[in-house]
């Protein structure tokens, strides 16, 4: 507790936003020097990483791991840079330990939400004749745009209640989860397996594993 403390006084804002532009950037700038040249590598790594999947299984499969690998070690090396060195013990571990404790995990995944209801939207936009798959069939007119507006506003409502860790978001994530998974089982037997229909489907199942791990966190 008194480590945590001591990070809490020392915390450097201004660090966190260099290593968020560049990762390890916050760090070398508050001369930790091995620290910046650690998290700078891991990741270009995990990026690399993000890449070679996508070549190997399409776009959907890269981005999907690039936000499940690299952006969640760029976002914790950031929340580093701002706590600075560690008083004892590894300074991974120290950072590792706060953010599972504040729940900034939670809120990374409401970040998450935010991001996809943005692209969902400007998909949506872009594509007004495109009619999203609702249950083995594709509605069109009024039906069709609910529809197909009901995922960005989900993903809002579910993205602003994890960033601020509200009770009700567990709820409602849960009630988007139930939706969505029965949805895409249903088209999944009606249209058959898809890369960007798979990639999704598994990520909802992921998300929803990790949310009920995490359940407690919503009860503070």
Same mark, same amino acid.
């Not at 008194?2 to 660090?15: C, F, K, M, N, P």
């Not at 936009?125 to 069939?137: I, S």
């Not at 949310?211 to 407690?216: G, Y």
């Given at each position: 507790?008194?480590?945590?403390?001591?990070?809490?006084?020392?915390?450097?804002?201004?660090?966190?936003?260099y290593s968020a532009l560049l990762p390890g950037l916050g760090q070398l700038l508050r001369g930790r020097h091995r620290a910046a040249v650690f998290y700078g590598l891991i990741t270009i790594l995990l990026i690399m990483l993000s890449f070679a999947l996508g070549r190997l299984s399409g776009r959907a499969a890269e981005v999907f791991f690039f936000m499940l690998l690299a952006l969640p070690w760029w976002a914790l090396q950031s929340y580093d840079a701002a706590l =600075?060195? %560690?008083a004892s013990g590894s300074d991974l571990a120290r950072t590792s330990r706060m953010a599972w404790a504040e729940g900034h995990d939670i809120r990374?995944?409401?970040?998450?939400?935010?991001?996809?209801?943005?692209?969902?939207?400007?998909?949506? %936009?872009?594509?007004?004749?495109?009619?999203?798959?609702?249950?083995?069939?594709?509605?069109?007119?009024? %039906? =069709?745009?609910?529809?197909?507006a009901l995922s960005p506003f989900l993903h809002t409502w579910v993205g602003y209640g994890f960033l601020r860790v509200k009770k009700w978001s567990l709820l409602v994530y849960l009630v988007y989860a139930a939706y969505g998974t029965t949805n895409a089982l249903v088209n999944?037997?009606?249209?058959?397996?898809?890369?960007?229909?798979?990639?999704?489907?598994?990520?909802?199942?992921?998300?929803t594993s990790y949310?009920?791990?995490?359940?407690?966190m919503f009860q503070r």
């Open positions: 507790m008194a480590v945590d403390a001591l990070s809490h006084s020392t915390s450097d804002h201004r660090a966190a936003f =600075g060195p %560690a990374f995944l409401g970040l998450l939400f935010l991001v996809s209801a943005a692209n969902d939207a400007i998909i949506i %936009a872009k594509n007004p004749e495109y009619l999203l798959p609702f249950f083995c069939t594709k509605l069109d007119g009024a %039906a =069709g745009f609910v529809t197909k999944l037997t009606c249209f058959g397996p898809g890369r960007i229909r798979n990639t999704l489907l598994i990520a909802l199942l992921a998300f949310i009920l791990w995490r359940r407690r």
